[in-house]
Structures are given as structure tokens and as C-alpha cells.
């Protein structure tokens, strides 16, 4: 797994619906949205649900690489701290349960984001 910054926009995925673009596919996912900046459990479990679902689908169409926005955060009210720590869990959960040799990039936007997954990842 590695983090980078590129400044893209981040994507979202529905249930499971792939597209195309110039990438071979584009996974669309809605996190969960925290109001008031309350998080509870279940928006944790969510969370790492969007996640599983995504690498479920990549694995399903046999894709060798995904790549990650930060899902949930910024206008979706997730503390970025805490998302980084359960896209980071969840994917070396799943990779591990998996046996799988996808390779995961964590694209993030702002350079606080940056900063957080370098810690997680201790990169």
C-alpha cells in the first residue's frame, strides 16, 4: 500500500456500480455522512464497508491496482484522523483475508490527509 497526493477529485461509489473512463474501471461509493460531527459506531462500520465492497469489486473484475479518495470526509463530516484509520485497517484486513496481491494507492487531496495515511502507513 502507499499514499500519494494528486489533487483529484474524489469519487464515490452506489452499491456497487462500475463505469468507465480512462481507467479500466471507476468504483462509485457513498460513504457515511456524520452530522454535527457526531461519528458513532455505525458510521465506523460503514465506513469500512464502502471499502470492502470496492475491493470486493475490484477483485471480482480481476483489477491488479485500486485506488482510494478519502471516502466520507470533507462535507460528509468524517474526522479525517479516523477515516484514514479505517481505510488503512480495513484494506490490510482485507488483503490479508483475501491472500490478495492488489495493489492499493490512498490518493488524498490535502496535504493534512498526506500526513495522516504517511503516519498510519509509517511511511
Known sequence: ???????????RRTSGRLSTSSARYVLHTVGP???????RPEHEAQLASCYRACLDLAAAQDC??????????????????RAAQIAVQTVREWLDEQASDIHVIFNVF??????????????
Do not use: H, N, Q, W
Request: hydrophobic share 40%.
Open 33 to 39: 455522512i456524520v452530522r454535527s460531527g457526531r461519528l
Open 110 to 123: 490535502k496535504d493534512s490527509d498526506l500526513v495522516l495515511y504517511r503516519d498510519i502507513l509509517e511511511v
Open 1 to 11: 500500500m502507499r499514499c500519494r497526493s494528486t489533487g483529484t477529485t474524489p469519487c
Open 64 to 81: 491488479a491496482t485500486v485506488a482510494f479518495c478519502c471516502i466520507s470526509t470533507g462535507v460528509f463530516g468524517f474526522p479525517a484522523d
